[in-house]
C-alpha cells in the first residue's frame, strides 16, 4: 500500500483537475445551446451536459475510456479487432513502422557509436553532425522524406521506418558512446599488460560496461521511434495508423477520438518501453550487474 497510494493520489488528482477543465471549457457551448431555446439551466444539468456532448472541446475521462472500449475490447469480442474502425489495427500498423525504424535506429546508432569510440576523426566529424541533425525540426523534415522516397517508388512501411530511425538513433549513439567510454583509465591498462587486443578489449571490457547505457538509450530511442512514425504518417493524409487517426479527427472535429488515438499511443509506448526495461533485468541479472 506505501507504493500503490502516492500512485492513487496522483491519479485521482489529475482525474479531478480534468474532470474540472472539461466542465469549465465545455460549458460555454452547453449555455450557448440553452439560451437559443429559451432555457435557464442548474448547475448540475450544466455538469452533466459537459461530459455527454458529442464534440466537446476535452473530452471527459469516461469518454475517453468509452471510446478505447468501443475500438478496441468490444471490436475483438465482435471479431472486428483488424478493421478499419479498430485501435488495434491501426496500432499495428504504426507498430510496424515503429520496430522497423527502432531496429534501424538501434544498428545505426551502435555502429557510429563503436566508430566514435575507436576513431578520433570520426569522433571529431561525425559527432557534431549527429548532434546537429536533431536540430531540424521532424514536421519539417518529414514531408521531405516522404516525397523524395515516393518519387523514386519508394511508398507505405519504408518512408515511416526512416523516420522513426531518424529521431531513434540519436539516443543510441550518446548513450553507447558514454557506455564504451566508461571502463576507467585502469581497466583498460589492466587489460593491455595482459596483451588484449582492441577486439578483446572491447567484447570482454567495454561492450558489457556499456549494457546499462544501452538499455537506458534503448528505451529513449523507442518511445522517439513510436514518435517519428506517427509524425510520418500526418504529411501523406494516411488512412492507417495512429497518425490517420488523428488526422481524420482533426478534420471532422472528432476530439474523442483524437485523445483516444493519444491514450492508444501512450500505452503502446508504455509497453514497449516496459518490455525494454524487463529485458534489461533478465540480462543485466544474468551478466552479474543488477542493482
Do not use: C
Given at each position: 500500500?506505501?507504493?500503490?497510494?502516492?500512485?492513487?493520489?496522483?491519479?485521482?488528482?489529475?482525474?479531478?483537475?480534468?474532470?474540472?477543465?472539461?466542465?469549465?471549457?465545455?460549458?460555454?457551448?452547453?449555455?450557448?445551446?440553452?439560451?437559443?431555446?429559451?432555457?435557464?439551466?442548474?448547475?448540475?444539468?450544466?455538469?452533466?451536459?459537459?461530459?455527454?456532448?458529442?464534440?466537446?472541446?476535452?473530452?471527459?475521462?469516461?469518454?475517453?475510456?468509452?471510446?478505447?472500449?468501443?475500438?478496441?475490447?468490444?471490436?475483438?469480442?465482435?471479431?472486428?479487432?483488424?478493421?478499419?474502425?479498430?485501435?488495434?489495427?491501426?496500432?499495428?500498423?504504426?507498430?510496424?513502422?515503429?520496430?522497423?525504424?527502432?531496429?534501424?535506429?538501434?544498428?545505426?546508432?551502435?555502429?557510429?557509436a563503436i566508430g566514435i569510440v575507436h576513431?578520433?576523426?570520426?569522433?571529431?566529424?561525425?559527432?557534431?553532425?549527429?548532434?546537429?541533425?536533431?536540430?531540424?525540426?521532424?514536421?519539417?523534415?518529414?514531408?521531405?522524406?516522404?516525397?523524395?522516397?515516393?518519387?523514386?517508388?519508394?511508398?507505405?512501411?519504408?518512408?515511416k521506418a526512416i523516420i522513426s530511425a531518424?529521431?531513434?538513433?540519436?539516443?543510441?549513439?550518446?548513450?553507447?558512446?558514454?557506455?564504451?567510454?566508461?571502463?576507467?583509465?585502469?581497466?583498460?591498462?589492466?587489460?593491455?599488460?595482459?596483451?588484449?587486443?582492441?577486439?578483446?578489449?572491447?567484447?570482454?571490457?567495454?561492450?558489457?560496461?556499456?549494457?546499462?547505457?544501452?538499455?537506458?538509450?534503448?528505451?529513449?530511442?523507442?518511445?522517439?521511434?513510436l514518435v517519428g512514425a506517427i509524425v510520418?504518417?500526418?504529411?501523406?493524409?494516411?488512412?492507417?495508423?495512429?497518425?490517420?487517426?488523428?488526422?481524420?479527427?482533426?478534420?471532422?472535429?472528432?476530439?474523442?477520438?483524437?485523445?483516444?488515438?493519444?491514450?492508444?499511443?501512450?500505452?503502446?509506448?508504455?509497453?514497449?518501453?516496459?518490455?525494454?526495461?524487463?529485458?534489461?533485468?533478465?540480462?543485466?541479472?544474468?551478466?552479474?550487474?543488477?542493482?
Amino acid at each position: 500500500m506505501r507504493s500503490v497510494l502516492p500512485i492513487l493520489t496522483v491519479v485521482m488528482a489529475i482525474l479531478a483537475l480534468w474532470y474540472g477543465a472539461a466542465v469549465m471549457l465545455n460549458r460555454q457551448w452547453t449555455l450557448d445551446q440553452a439560451a437559443r431555446a429559451g432555457q435557464e439551466l442548474t448547475l448540475t444539468q450544466i455538469v452533466a451536459d459537459t461530459m455527454a456532448q458529442d464534440r466537446p472541446k476535452l473530452p471527459a475521462p469516461h469518454q475517453v475510456g468509452a471510446e478505447l472500449w468501443n475500438t478496441t475490447g468490444a471490436m475483438v469480442l465482435e471479431g472486428k479487432a483488424f478493421t478499419r474502425r479498430s485501435l488495434i489495427w491501426h496500432g499495428w500498423v504504426t507498430l510496424s513502422a515503429t520496430l522497423v525504424g527502432f531496429g534501424i535506429g538501434t544498428a545505426a546508432g551502435i555502429l557510429l557509436a563503436i566508430g566514435i569510440v575507436h576513431n578520433r576523426a570520426m569522433d571529431m566529424s561525425v559527432m557534431p553532425w549527429a548532434i546537429a541533425s536533431q536540430t531540424i525540426p521532424i514536421l519539417a523534415i518529414a514531408p521531405m522524406i516522404i516525397v523524395v522516397l515516393n518519387s523514386v517508388g519508394i511508398s507505405g512501411l519504408l518512408p515511416k521506418a526512416i523516420i522513426s530511425a531518424y529521431l531513434s538513433f540519436f539516443p543510441v549513439v550518446v548513450g553507447m558512446v558514454a557506455g564504451l567510454r566508461s571502463p576507467d583509465r585502469m581497466q583498460l591498462d589492466l587489460l593491455r599488460t595482459y596483451s588484449a587486443s582492441p577486439a578483446q578489449a572491447f567484447w570482454k571490457l567495454r561492450w558489457p560496461s556499456s549494457m546499462p547505457y544501452l538499455f537506458t538509450s534503448l528505451k529513449v530511442g523507442m518511445a522517439a521511434s513510436l514518435v517519428g512514425a506517427i509524425v510520418g504518417e500526418l504529411p501523406t493524409g494516411a488512412v492507417r495508423g495512429l497518425g490517420a487517426r488523428l488526422l481524420a479527427g482533426s478534420y471532422y472535429g472528432q476530439t474523442v477520438q483524437i485523445w483516444s488515438a493519444l491514450f492508444a499511443a501512450a500505452i503502446l509506448a508504455a509497453t514497449l518501453v516496459g518490455i525494454i526495461g524487463l529485458i534489461q533485468r533478465i540480462t543485466l541479472a544474468r551478466m552479474g550487474m543488477a542493482r
